[in-house]
């Protein structure tokens, strides 16, 4: 039995660095855990980017879900997002808001005229004291937002048109059927 | 030599305060207890680096905030709930001591312990056989057993 012990400690040890490779493969190390989700979206309001005279505010969107998509004409990755939002906004059936963050507003729209633009409407935070309330910590990030509301659902990085499927549809359709 | 010194230790740290964009302090208390507590957060975008070491764009919006709150007034506890309220207990470098991380907390000290028991199990095991292995040598499988280890 003593002469086994080792054999097992070693079997012990390949479980535990196997258990570690298939955790860091199925989980992103960076990705930082929200705390908003279940609790209400922190209240902002927010000049437009197309008409910054006017703005935007968490209670004119009360009422209906929508979806909070912060971007930057600055981010890479927000490139890399960008076609799958143009073309999963159609069949989403709520609102696709932009929240464009600490970008120059020129910028942002010369990237939109460029990449095409999914969103109903758009806020600018070129400060980015929102995005701090809201925990934003790297561009792209969305928010899923319902009636009431409150955070659902909270994206860190790149959507893709298998999240889109996956997670997002079925959390729509879950908000449906909770609040008529 | 000891200017020498200063100089080095000059060099070594201006690299430091250069990434530090200037905030209006009013005075060297009020300065050091925002790099102490900056110094206690966590980046977000470059996670291995504190909020005083920083000189991504978030970071510098975050030193904003926290220095804007000092000058409310608010405590530096209170600071610290507001930040982990939106990026979880993520943005502190100690993480809080609860049921969850326990074992973080005391992992190590866990392991040690074992790793100790284990040592004096080992050490006590081998000196009995070889006590009793002195009158009589040959007859003792256990002993040999133990060499294995």
Redesign the interface.
Known sequence: M??LL?FVLFLGLLALLGFGIAWNKTHDQ?E?????IGKPAPAYTLPLLYDAQKSLSDTALRGKPYLLNVFGSWCPACVEEHPVWVQAQQDLGIPLIGFNW?DDPADAKAWLERFGNPYAQIVADN???V????????APETFLIDAAGVVRLKRVGPVTPDYIERELKPAIAALGKAAP | MKRAGALLLWLLLAPLALAIDPLPFKDAAEEARFQALARELRC??C?NQNLADSDA??AK??RT?VFEQMRQGKSNAEIKRYL?????D?VLYDPPLRGKTWLLWFGPALLVGIGALVVAVTVRRRARPAAAAAPAAATAPAAG??E??
Do not use: H, N, T
């Open positions: 003593a002469r080792p960076r930082v855990p929200s705390p908003l600490k400060v980015g004291r995005a701090i309330d809201f925990g934003v910590y790297g | 977000l975008v996670q764009g978030l919006d975050l905030e982990v309220s939106r990026y979880s993520f057993e133990e294995d280890w």
